[in-house]
T-cell receptor, first 112, second 112 residues
Framework: EDQVTQSPEALRLQEGESSSLNCSYT??????LFWYRQDPGKGPEFLFT???AGEEKEKERLKATLTKKESFLHITAPKPEDSATYLC?????????????FGQGTRLTINP | KAGVTQTPRYLIKTRGQQVTLSCSPI?????VSWYQQTPGQGLQFLFE???????NKGNFPGRFSGRQFSNSRSEMNVSTLELGDSALYLC???????????FGPGTRLLVL
């Protein structure tokens, strides 16, 4: 069964304190891995798409990397506005059905 | 470019009633997917439509249904509402279901 696991569930950092979020996956027919940011009461906001092991993408203080079994979202010198839930999803294709399978998310809090 | 829009944003229904939610995708996007988000289960895939055809379906009972119109707008319907159907229902659109999906703000449904 397709499975995506994110860790930690919650992370509290001080402003400027860098860290990484993990997304490990077990899927059949991986077609891409996506990172989203979700603020309370809102829909997920797209951040990155990664397709192959070794690929990296960067946007402001965020950098996403991908291996064959997991992805990391590195946050460098975060600011309070980076506080949100970060969701990882894998695009799978099983028996012709294609869908996104989401992890439970990491709730990130950045204290000023 | 306008994003994905969903209406209504909030709904309160009672058990046994039915509800219809609407989603307008980003212009030019032909794939529309629906997800249910709850605190316990996270984001779960309901179904995906492309060019008015349902191509993929998640593990939800037949009370959950949907359709897509020729202008790519989509509706989902939940009949015989149960308390457990209370959730944030999210719609996402993409040019195809193999490319990045962009989410709307969601419809928050409360079943009493």
């Amino acid at each position: 069964e397709d499975q995506v696991t994110q860790s930690p569930e919650a992370l509290r950092l001080q402003e400027g304190e860098s860290s990484s979020l993990n997304c490990s996956y077990t899927v059949s027919g991986l077609r891409g891995l996506f990172w989203y940011r979700q603020d309370p009461g809102k829909g997920p906001e797209f951040l990155f798409t990664l397709y192959s092991a070794g690929e990296e993408k960067e946007k402001e203080r965020l950098k996403a990397t991908l291996t064959k079994k997991e992805s990391f979202l590195h946050i460098t010198a975060p600011k309070p506005e980076d506080s949100a839930t970060y969701l990882c999803a894998v695009h799978t294709s099983l028996q012709g059905a294609q869908k996104l399978v989401f992890g439970q998310g990491t709730r990130l809090t950045i204290n000023p | 470019k306008a994003g994905v829009t969903q209406t209504p944003r909030y709904l309160i229904k009672t058990r046994g009633q039915q509800v219809t939610l609407s989603c307008s995708p980003i212009s030019g996007h032909r794939s529309v997917s629906w997800y249910q988000q709850t605190p316990g289960q996270g984001l779960q895939f309901l179904f995906e439509y492309f060019s008015e055809t349902q191509r993929n379906k998640g593990n939800f009972p037949g009370r959950f249904s949907g359709r897509q119109f020729s202008n790519s707008r989509s509706e989902m319907n939940v009949s015989t509402l149960e308390l457990g159907d209370s959730a944030l229902y999210l719609c996402a659109s993409g040019r195809t279901n193999q490319e990045t999906q962009y989410f709307g703000p969601g419809t928050r449904l409360l079943v009493l």
